[in-house]
C-alpha cells in the first residue's frame, strides 16, 4: 500500500501538467502565447509587490537583530512557565506570524539541538505546519490589491495563529506522552 501511495506521490505533480497541456490543446488554447501572458502577468504583480516585500524584509531582520525577539522572549517567560508553555519553541511562536522562512530556520535549528522526533521537534514540527504567517500575508496580499483597512483581518489572523499554537502543545503533548 505504502508503495502505491509513493507512486502516486510523485506522478501527481507531472500528470497535472499533462492534465492541464491537453485540455489546453483540445481546447485550441495556444499554449505558449498563454503562457508568456501569464508570465507577463506576473512579472508586473512582482513589481508592485515589491515594496511590500522589501519592508517586510527589512523589518524581519530588524526584528532579530535589534533584540526585540530577545527581549519579548524574556517578557514572556513568566508568563511561558506559568502555562507550561516549552520556552523552546516561544521564539517560532513569535516568529511564525512573522516569516514563514525565519520560522523555518529556528524549527531547523531545534531539531539539530532536540531532534525532529523529539517532543519539542513535533511540537515545533505541528506549529510551523498549522500556524500561518499572517502579518505577511496581510502585508503583501492587502498591499498587492491597495487594501489599507484590514478591519479584524490582522485580529482573527493572529488568534488562529495564537490557537493554533496551543493546540499544536496539547495534542502534540497529548498524543506523544504517556
Given at each position: 500500500?505504502?508503495?502505491v ?30 503562457f ?14 515589491m ?38 519553541l516561544l ?6 506570524p ?21 517532543l519539542?521537534?513535533r511540537?515545533?514540527?505541528v506549529?510551523q505546519?498549522?500556524t500561518?504567517t499572517?502579518?505577511?500575508?496581510l ?29 499544536s502543545?496539547?495534542v ?7
Amino acid at each position: 500500500m505504502m508503495q502505491v501511495l509513493t507512486t502516486i506521490s510523485t506522478l501527481m505533480l507531472p500528470l497535472t501538467i499533462a492534465f492541464i497541456l491537453i485540455v489546453g490543446l483540445v481546447r485550441g488554447v495556444s499554449l505558449y502565447d498563454a503562457f508568456i501572458t501569464g508570465a507577463k502577468k506576473g512579472f508586473g504583480t512582482s513589481i508592485t509587490l515589491m515594496p511590500q516585500m522589501i519592508a517586510m524584509l527589512a523589518a524581519i531582520t530588524l526584528f532579530r537583530v535589534s533584540g526585540a525577539l530577545t527581549i519579548g522572549i524574556t517578557w514572556l517567560k513568566p508568563i511561558a512557565d506559568r502555562l507550561h508553555f516549552p520556552l523552546e519553541l516561544l521564539p517560532l511562536a513569535i516568529l511564525r506570524p512573522i516569516s514563514g522562512s525565519a520560522s523555518l530556520a529556528l524549527l531547523t535549528d531545534l531539531f539539530k539541538q532536540h531532534g525532529p522526533d523529539s517532543l519539542l521537534g513535533r511540537m515545533g514540527s505541528v506549529m510551523q505546519g498549522s500556524t500561518d504567517t499572517t502579518l505577511y500575508v496581510l502585508a503583501i496580499y492587502f498591499g498587492s490589491i491597495g487594501i489599507t483597512k484590514g478591519r479584524y483581518a490582522l485580529r482573527v489572523g493572529l488568534l488562529s495563529d495564537a490557537v493554533s499554537v496551543i493546540a499544536s502543545i496539547i495534542v502534540v503533548n497529548w498524543l506523544f506522552t504517556k
